[in-house]
């Protein structure tokens, strides 16, 4: 019975929000009309101003539908993205900074575009602890990651000199740590669980997409070791002498894998831009 009271609650709530967030595009509908862009932009800023990012954001998504060829909506477009990135919707925010893209590639601030998608989709190593839950890391999809690399590399490279560029770069440095230690650590996850040619193919996206990073070494081992366990002599013996040939003095000639750093230890950074 508690159960049934607690779910009929829930369901009411759910409603309740619904129907709040339509009462407020309805009002915002019904008061806009014969308004003119400039004073949809306006109301739109104030809200911004006093941090009504909700309501703000009907503005400008009013302002940019309802005048699509003005000379504000634009920048409404570009206002909105920001806004629904503050009201704690990065889909919605993502979508409209998709679709400024496509429709105007050469905007002056289509650097700031790319800067926002990368930010939005930007996740330091507090999130990641935040969100551990113990679950297996081969789960764990680093797609948020290799977005905003994608967002911060076509900034650097289309707009090196944008006002945001340098940030862009100190961010894309440790994307690509960040994306390679990933690989390297489900890599040693697989090797520890006998799943040795799955180590292997995550090993070799390391060395194909991310050679010259820490995270290569350690890679290139687990491959070797992971190519005797399999008897693949051969392969083994080409894999070892590249590493040789990279890291004589290696201390996992010594030691191993163990005490290397595991899956989870590799969020335990000072800072990510270090």
Known sequence: MQKKTLKSLILLLGVSLLAACSNTQDKINDETIGWTAPQLYEHARENVRSKNWKTASNYL?????????????????????????????????????????????????????YYLKGLITFTPPSSFLSSYTG?????????????????????????????YAEDARLRLNWLVNTIAGNEVNV????????????????????????????????????????????????????????????????????????GSSSWTDFFKLSSWLN
């Open 135 to 163: 679950q297996d890391p081969s789960e764990r999809d680093p797609k948020g990651l290799r977005e905003s690399y994608d967002a911060y590399n076509q900034l650097v490279e289309r707009f090196p000199n944008s006002r």
């Open 187 to 258: 890599a040693q996850y697989y090797y520890e669980r006998h799943a040795y040619v799955a180590a292997i193919n995550r090993a070799q996206v390391v060395l194909r997409d991310f050679a010259g990073v820490s995270a290569t070494e350690r890679a290139l081992y687990i491959m070797m070791k992971s190519y005797e366990k399999l008897g693949l002599r051969d392969q083994a013996s080409d894999a070892e002498r590249v590493f040789m040939q990279n890291y004589p003095n290696s201390e996992y000639l010594s030691k191993g894998l163990e």
């Open 61 to 113: 998504h009013t302002l940019s539908t309802r005048f699509p060829y003005s000379g504000h909506a634009q920048q409404a477009m570009i206002d909105e993205a920001y806004v629904l990135w503050r009201d704690d919707e990065p889909e919605q925010s993502l979508a409209v900074i998709d679709r400024f893209n496509r429709l105007y590639p050469n905007h002056p601030n289509a650097d700031y575009m």
